[in-house]
């Protein structure tokens, strides 16, 4: 009987010690399921605030700024546009019409 006690004894302590040790893994798991989701969510509010500021970046006025400050672009006008012909050829752009104090100049000489 008492080699029948001294089994059952150790049974018990193997399955104690087995429960403990689940249930430590158990916490581990749950601290490491709560910090991953706890990133997920920063990652998530960064995100939306990307694509915030990327559509405030987008805006056509700034675009437009900054083609004309940062690459000296300029908005296209009559005096500057050309148009090709499918066959190659250039049609002659209209010439601009002359400043106001030119004219005035030309018809005093």
């Known amino acids: 009987m008492a080699r029948l006690n001294i089994l059952l004894l150790l049974a018990v302590l193997g399955t104690a010690l087995y429960l403990v040790h689940t249930q430590y893994r158990s916490r581990l798991l749950f601290t490491e399921l709560d910090r991953a989701t706890t990133e997920a969510r920063r990652l998530e509010v960064d995100g939306e605030r990307l694509q915030v500021e990327k559509r405030a970046q987008a805006t056509p006025l700034r675009v437009e700024k900054l083609a004309q ?4 672009m300029r908005t296209t006008t ?4 050309q148009y090709v012909r499918p066959d190659g050829t250039v049609i002659p752009a209209i010439a601009a019409p002359a400043p106001a104090a030119a004219r005035s100049t030309g018809a005093r000489q």
């Open 69 to 72: 400050e940062q690459l000296k």
């Open 78 to 81: 009559p005096a500057i546009t």
